[in-house]
């Protein structure tokens, strides 16, 4: 079935530091790939998304570009913010309707 | 326009308490979708439905918990005889379309404690 292997946390991270989070998925078909972040309290919000092949989703900064020969989604932003910090989701939405999530990464950016 | 609605967001009940779960999708969403997060944990799928039907409830304990989606009205996950096991965060969320490359917009969460 279709699975998501997000890298493990927590992340801390200097204020302006570059971020890098990998992720992975196995599925069939061609899925669509997200990333969604949750801060603290509160419900995912979409970050950004790709439906097809060397698509690039961006959104504030946060890039993440589909790699169907890596089976990869990796979150890249260049400079964060002390308000990025926040539990970042990989998820898959293959060819079942619902969502695939991996286990999610705490990133914490230091002032 | 008002994005998914699910209320209580805390929930506390005591062990063999019925909790009762609403959601609200979106204006003109017809698909619901259920998730579990437990604690340090990513969200798994429980069940999705639309209007009047269950459509994929493979990710549904097969006792105690159900769920559904009335013509009118919320979508209710229905948690009977709770456990301290059940404890977990409770996510609903909708889309426009069943495509697995339809985003999915989630409400804020009902927080369960089983005491």
């Known amino acids: 079935g279709d699975s998501v292997t997000q890298m493990e946390g927590p992340v801390t991270l200097s204020e302006e530091a570059f971020l890098t989070i990998n992720c992975t998925y196995t599925a069939t078909g061609y899925p669509s790939l997200f990333w969604y972040v949750q801060y603290p309290g509160e419900g995912l919000q979409l970050l950004l998304k790709?439906?097809?092949?060397?698509d690039k989703g961006s959104n504030k900064g946060f890039e993440a570009t589909y790699r169907k020969e890596t089976t990869s989604f990796h979150l890249e932003k260049g400079s964060v913010q002390v308000s990025d910090s926040a539990v970042y989701f990989c998820a898959l939405g293959g060819s079942a309707r619902q969502l695939t999530f991996g286990s999610g990464t705490q990133l914490t950016v230091l002032p | 326009n008002a994005g998914v609605m699910q209320n209580p967001r805390h929930l506390v009940r005591r062990r063999g308490q019925e909790a009762r779960l609403r959601c609200s999708p979106m204006k003109g969403h017809s698909h619901v979708y259920w998730y579990r997060q437990l604690p340090e944990e990513g969200l798994k799928f429980m069940v999705y439905?639309?209007?009047?039907?269950?459509?994929?409830e493979s990710g549904m304990p097969k006792e105690r918990f159900s769920a559904e989606f009335p013509k009118e009205g919320p979508s209710i996950l229905r948690i009977q005889q709770v456990v301290r096991g059940d404890s977990a965060a409770y996510f609903c969320?909708?889309?426009?379309?069943?495509?697995?490359?339809?985003?999915?917009?989630f409400g804020p969460g009902t927080r369960l404690t089983v005491l």
């Open positions: 790709a439906t097809k092949a060397d």
């Open positions: 969320a909708s889309s426009a379309t069943s495509t697995g490359g339809n985003e999915q917009f």
């Open positions: 439905l639309q209007k009047e039907n269950i459509i994929d």
